[in-house]
T-cell receptor
């Protein structure tokens, strides 16, 4: 298994542009999580899905952020319009139904820089 | 509400010295605790979980419910242990993980 796959690894964009981050979870995992990592706030949960359904999006900072999971093997996180304060590393993680026993498997992250 | 506190942003030790990374939590029920490690510019990886009571790479962590702590320890630090360490809590097997802000461990030769 190739693990959780995220793309792109790096993204540099200008303020105001739309940014789309992609994630392919591990096959068979039914939960998917999007986290944002910054020096100031550490790891913040943005949104998570169970069986492709968004369960909790209370961590999404603003309406500029949206996430979708059209099927079990793909999810996107979109920022429109992007702002410099969105610069961070965005991680996707997936897990099976029992997170306690198996924990999360994280992707390599997307390092986003908004200039 | 559940909360995880890692009081130290940075811990710097010499090779061979003992290491203790502190983690305190706030949760009224019976939590599940984890430690994750992130080596430089790599993905987070599960290091250990309290329910399995295992030792990984020489690290151990004991859940102390009285002190609501789950400190990570290693008797002799190695340079390759330098990384970011995150403590995390889950309120049940089906809930999300709440992470602390992390502690950067630097092991000098």
């Amino acid at each position: 298994d190739a693990g959780v796959i995220q793309s792109p690894r790096h993204e540099v964009t200008e303020m105001g542009q739309e940014v789309t981050l992609r994630c392919k979870p591990i096959s068979g995992h039914n939960s998917l999580f999007w986290y944002r990592q910054t020096m100031m706030r550490g790891l913040e949960l943005l949104i998570y899905f169970n069986n492709n359904v968004p369960i909790d999006d209370s961590g999404m900072p603003e309406d500029r952020f949206s996430a979708k999971m059209p099927n079990a093997s793909f999810s996107t996180l979109k920022i429109q319009p992007s702002e410099p304060r969105d610069s961070a590393v965005y991680f996707c993680a997936s897990s099976s139904w029992d997170r306690t026993n198996y924990g999360y498997t994280f992707g390599s992250g997307t390092r986003l820089t908004v200039v | 509400a559940q909360r995880v506190t890692q009081p130290e942003k940075l811990l710097s030790v010499f090779k061979g010295a003992p290491v203790e990374l502190k983690c305190n939590y706030s949760y009224s029920g019976s939590p599940e605790l984890f430690w994750y490690v992130q080596y430089s510019r790599q993905r987070l990886q599960l290091l250990l979980r309290h329910i399995s009571r295992e030792s990984i790479k020489g690290f151990t962590a004991d859940l102390n419910k009285g002190e609501t702590s789950f400190h990570l320890k290693k008797p002799f630090a190695q340079e390759e242990d330098s990384a970011m360490y995150y403590c995390a809590l889950s309120s049940s097997g089906y809930s999300t993980l709440t992470f602390g802000k992390g502690t950067m461990l630097l092991v000098s030769p």
